[in-house]
């Protein structure tokens, strides 16, 4: 085993951020005992893609792991199939075993951006949960009460409002409480979302003769609309796996306001240099961090291409590296070589479908050789053309 790092240094960059410890004391008793901690991090996937409101997590993991610390990455796949109520005001849709495992494995592919995968432990909730029988599940249950599962304010919120609550939710905290049972963690970590999870965990522990695990929670990374928390459905997100062009043109969207937060939370950039950088010039400050977070994901090589084509794309011409779509000529021949402007949209992926790019069009968000397009029942002509969604999604259409 690695010399354990316990300097007071790599302690307070571990907790970098964190909102609260439970508890402080005895978390910094352990850190600095020189003994190799389990540190757990649980994710259900209900979704396959990871943006920087998960690295916020993901980073001081590795912070933990660089002092030498063991970190178990547990991937939800049988709490997965019943899906975190937090946060949320009706049930999730469940999804299938096959499905959380395959998302399961875009996770990893992604996590190992961050964590170094071959030190860290990888293990998958079902290996434990799945093999509990009804006797099992009844016990578990009896060792926590309804009325401090109804405290979650999700749950009391719901209730309130006579939104429907499934018992099967209800269990999700004692599931994902059992996982720190399961692999006797040390320190789990998380959003602020889930701290009632988290403190379940250390209630179970106790019940179950272990010495309760120490919980660490981390603030939730506003998108940026400036208002909700990073995530993928609400198309507020910078993804961790999306081209280095995109990850900077979003990183520039970054309101005045929290891009402190940013600096913080997502890199390692100390706070005061952050702080001196955006009380000189904003605008160069947000290209620093633009320019740190296509380094941190892509390479020191990415980021001179992807600044140039934010460049280009700001001053409102026409990048030249772009997607290229090929479209067989020969489909639309009895057509008169005409294409519906709604179908190309569809076609190039720049909207899921005709309603969705119609949507856009009556928006103007869509342009053709730069020329905003204002039709969307327009018949265009199948020749060689650039379309384009927004200001930074551009697509060379040629017809072959």
């Known amino acids: 085993m690695d010399i354990m790092d316990t300097s007071a240094e790599s302690v307070r960059f571990a907790l970098r951020g964190a909102v609260q410890i439970f508890s402080e004391e005895s978390l910094q008793q352990r850190l600095t005992s020189g003994k190799q901690l389990k540190i757990k991090l649980g994710a259900d996937p209900s979704r396959p893609d990871l943006h920087l409101g998960h690295t916020v997590i993901l980073r001081r993991l590795k912070a933990l792991q660089n002092m030498g610390h063991e970190i178990i990455f547990i991937i939800g796949d049988f709490t997965g199939m019943i899906g975190d109520p937090s946060g949320k005001s009706k049930?999730?849709?469940?999804?299938?075993?096959?499905?959380?495992?395959?998302?399961?494995?875009?996770?990893?592919?992604?996590?190992?951006?961050?964590?170094?995968?071959?030190?860290?432990?990888?293990?998958?909730?079902?290996?434990?949960?799945?093999?509990?029988?009804?006797?099992?599940?009844?016990?578990?249950?009896?060792?926590?009460?309804?009325?401090?599962t109804l405290e979650r304010d999700d749950f009391t919120n719901r209730f309130r409002e006579n939104q429907p609550i499934s018992l099967h939710e209800l269990l999700y905290p004692l599931a994902q409480g059992y996982d720190s049972v399961a692999i006797q963690a040390d320190v789990e970590v998380g959003g602020t979302d889930q701290t009632f999870n988290l403190l379940v965990g250390r209630e179970l522990q106790r019940d179950y003769g272990q010495t309760p695990q120490e919980v660490i929670t981390f603030p939730l990374l506003v998108g940026l609309d400036g208002k909700e928390k990073m995530s993928k459905s609400l198309d507020n997100y910078i993804g961790i796996a999306e081209p280095p062009a995109v990850m900077y043109e979003k990183a520039m969207k970054i309101p005045d306001t929290?891009?402190?937060?940013?600096?913080?939370?997502?890199?390692?950039?100390?706070?005061?240099?952050?702080?001196?950088?955006?009380?000189q010039d904003i605008i160069a400050a947000h290209k620093i961090y633009a320019a740190e977070i296509v380094k941190m994901y892509h390479g020191e090589p990415a980021v001179a291409a992807a600044m140039e084509r934010y460049k280009t794309v700001a001053s409102g011409a026409i990048p030249q590296n772009m997607q290229v779509v090929e479209i067989p000529l020969a489909d639309y021949a009895e057509k008169g070589n005409k294409i519906g402007l709604l179908d190309l949209i569809r076609i190039t992926g720049l909207a899921p479908s005709n309603a969705e790019a119609r949507r856009l069009v009556q928006g103007k968000g869509i342009k053709i050789n730069n020329e905003t397009a204002t039709d969307f029942q327009a018949q265009l002509d199948c020749q060689n053309l650039v379309l384009s969604k927004g200001k930074n999604k551009f697509v060379q259409v040629n017809f072959t």
């Open 91 to 148: 049930t999730r849709p469940k999804l299938t075993l096959e499905q959380t495992r395959e998302n399961g494995e875009s996770y990893m592919q992604q996590v190992a951006k961050i964590l170094d995968t071959q030190k860290a432990k990888i293990v998958y909730n079902s290996e434990w949960l799945n093999k509990m029988n009804f006797a099992d599940v009844i016990n578990l249950a009896s060792k926590y009460t309804l009325a401090r």
């Open 258 to 279: 929290i891009l402190l937060d940013y600096f913080i939370l997502t890199t390692d950039i100390p706070e005061e240099e952050a702080k001196t950088a955006m009380q």
